[in-house]
């Protein structure tokens, strides 16, 4: 059996969240196969640093590692592209929060400025909307796949290097704009940023801890491939 369908079997018994306690002989209920078989796939596991295994009395614990729940992540992913009909729209909900300003600071550098408006159709505000995604919007959030993404390359201005990143084209409560990720962020992955011809928070009136609904239109996404 693939590795992909243990990592599947052992995030279904909860080891994304909590150390799983499972012998091999549990769970080679879920997988099939021999007992040894199972204990090789999870040491095979472990080598790989997909999950984090220790023996105690009775079993192991096993939890997933975000390397592992990554590869999940990915695999949804593909799997929504293939089922998500076409002209269904990718929502994302969430909180708005105060971040670190990654992209306000790539809105200041008139390398990465006129990028935004020849790619993105617009120019930014100069700020950002940083919002906190619920936990099924995290998730989903991985469906905005490689394929879908508007490129901000990197440059030289003569003093220094700045990095590439990536872009994808949303709405927010009907207002246009666009998650921001810079090449190297800090951000974890239930945190968004979005850039905005407008300043989104005076516009739609929000403070932070107010709900949002971004929205990735299916059709704007297939024009980009």
Do not use: W
Not at 85 to 105: A, M
Not at 107 to 125: A, C, D, R, T, V
Not at 138 to 161: C, M, P, Q, W, Y
Request: charge should be neutral; hydrophobic fraction near 35%; glycine fraction near 10%.
């Amino acid at each position: 059996m693939p590795k992909i369908q243990y990592l599947k079997k052992l995030a279904l018994l909860g080891a994304v969240r909590n150390p799983l306690k499972v012998s091999s002989t549990e769970f080679k209920v879920h997988v099939g196969g021999s007992s040894q078989t199972v204990s090789r796939k999870l040491k095979q596991l472990e080598e790989e640093k997909l999950i984090e295994r220790k023996l105690v009395p009775g079993g192991q614990l096993i939890k997933m590692t975000d390397d592992g729940i990554e590869i999940l992540k990915n695999e949804y992913a593909e799997y929504r592209q293939i089922f998500s009909p076409g002209s269904e729209g990718f929502e994302l909900k969430g909180s708005v929060l105060t971040g670190l300003g990654e992209g306000e600071y790539y809105i200041s550098i008139p390398g990465y400025k006129k990028q935004f408006k020849e790619k993105l159709n617009f120019e930014p505000f100069p700020g950002t909307l940083n919002v906190q995604l619920d936990e099924e919007s995290a998730a989903r959030r991985d469906g905005l796949s490689e394929a879908f993404a508007v490129h901000i390359e990197g440059f030289n201005d003569g003093k220094r290097t700045y990095g590439s990143g990536k872009c994808y084209k949303v709405t927010v409560c009907g207002k246009k704009a666009a998650i921001v990720v810079p090449e190297r962020t800090h951000y974890p992955s239930d945190l968004v940023e979005l850039i905005s011809p407008l300043k989104l928070r005076e516009v739609l009136g929000l403070k932070d801890g107010d709900r949002v609904s971004i929205l990735v239109e299916k059709e704007e996404m297939e024009a980009q491939k």
